[in-house]
């Protein structure tokens, strides 16, 4: 397996701009996370969803921020309007529940920057 | 008061030393998570604990529910461990949000 995908690797953008990320969790697994860090505040849960249902939505930052997830195998994080401070980078992670193991595997992130 | 002490927070070491470095929480938990991050900012679970002693080549993580502390430990350390080691607690399955620690930055020199 390719491990989870994450695009685009870097996205350079203005301020008030969509942003679009998107994930592709490894196959037959049925948790996806997404994470923001920074330097001030470090890694920071955003969202997670277990069989494509949202589950804990409680670090979304604003209503500006939003996630989906259509079907098993695709996700996006989206933000409208974009600050500056949305300025991160942004991890992906998918695990699979099973006795005794809760590994993540984390995508390879986004590098973002609002200008 | 952060929920996820690291400590820590910069460590040198020369190779070939043995390294502590400490987790505490002050949250109930069913897992304690060791990550990696290289420089180059890709992250790779090291293990996931909810009791006892595990361990992984040169790697050996150590959890005390009741003092709610952890340890990872490296032994015979090489330049290539240099990376930032996170912990972050959580639940499992169901409940699997993750709260991290900051974070240390470990190097070590040749």
């Known amino acids: 397996d390719a491990g989870v995908i994450q695009s685009p690797r870097h996205e350079v953008t203005e301020m008030g701009q969509e942003v679009t990320l998107r994930c592709k969790p490894i196959?037959?697994?049925?948790?996806l996370f997404w994470y923001r860090q920074t330097m001030m505040r470090g890694l920071e849960l955003l969202i997670y969803?277990?069989?494509?249902?949202?589950?804990?939505d409680s670090g979304m930052p604003e209503d500006r921020f939003s996630a989906k997830m259509p079907n098993a195998s695709f996700s996006t994080l989206k933000i409208q309007p974009s600050e500056p401070r949305d300025s991160a980078v942004y991890f992906c992670?998918?695990?699979?529940?099973?006795?005794?193991?809760?590994?993540?595997?984390f995508g390879p992130g986004t590098r973002l920057t609002v200008l | 008061k952060n929920e996820v002490e690291q400590s820590p927070q910069n460590l040198t070491a020369q190779e070939g030393e043995f390294i502590t470095i400490n987790c505490s929480y002050s949250?109930?938990?069913?897992?304690l998570h060791w990550l990696q991050q290289h420089p180059g900012g890709g992250i790779v679970s090291l293990f996931m604990?909810?009791?006892g002693k595990k361990k992984h080549g040169r790697l050996i993580a150590t959890i005390n529910i009741q003092e709610k502390h952890s340890s990872l430990h490296i032994t015979a350390s090489h330049p290539r461990d240099s990376a930032v080691y996170i912990c972050?607690?959580?639940?499992?399955?169901?409940?699997?949000?993750?709260?991290f620690g900051k974070g240390i930055t470990l190097s070590v020199r040749p």
């Open positions: 949250v109930g938990i069913s897992a």
């Open positions: 969803f277990n069989n494509n249902v949202p589950i804990d």
């Open positions: 604990l909810s009791s």
């Open positions: 972050a607690v959580g639940g499992t399955g169901a409940n699997s949000k993750l709260t």
């Open positions: 992670a998918s695990s699979y529940l099973a006795e005794n193991t809760d590994t993540q595997y």
């Open positions: 196959s037959g697994h049925d948790y």
